[in-house]
């Protein structure tokens, strides 16, 4: 059974950077996708970042392309998001997830069809981007 815990939110003024982590477990060894995902107040979640395990292949929202990297640690099993240059807009609640599914969906699919494809979610961890 896939767990995921998320970690790392907090208060952070704008143009400023902040990493989140997510520990994962109980993953298998097939093709899956595991990454970022956030909801803001009164907005449908929406993805952020994700990594394709089997071919490595990273994707990132146009609104954080650029400003955000996310990597993982020793063995694969934690997850990572640095997040640079926040604006208030970045402000949700942040959620790391979890979806095995084949390599290249969002490259056909595109990532708002992957978060609807994605089975397990942490409980998410809040990210407040003010002064």
């Known amino acids: 059974q896939v767990q995921l815990v998320e970690s790392g939110g907090g208060l952070v003024e704008p143009g400023g950077s902040l990493s989140l982590s997510c520990e994962a477990s109980?993953?298998?060894?097939?093709?899956?996708?595991i990454g970022w995902f956030r909801q803001a107040p009164g907005k449908e979640r929406e993805g952020v970042a994700v990594?394709?395990?089997?071919?490595?292949?990273?994707y990132y929202s146009d609104s954080v392309a650029g400003r955000f990297t996310i990597s993982r640690g020793n063995a694969g099993k934690p997850v990572y998001l640095h997040m640079k240059r926040l604006k208030p807009e970045d402000t949700a609640v942040y959620y790391c997830?979890?979806?095995?599914?084949?390599?290249?969906?969002?490259?056909?699919?595109?990532?708002?069809?992957?978060?609807?494809?994605?089975?397990?979610w942490g409980k998410g961890t809040l990210v407040t981007v003010s002064s």
């Open positions: 997830s979890f979806g095995a599914i084949r390599n290249e969906y969002v490259d056909d699919f595109g990532l708002d069809a992957l978060r609807k494809a994605m089975t397990d």
């Open positions: 109980g993953l298998p060894p097939d093709s899956y996708y």
């Open positions: 990594i394709q395990h089997n071919d490595g292949k990273v």
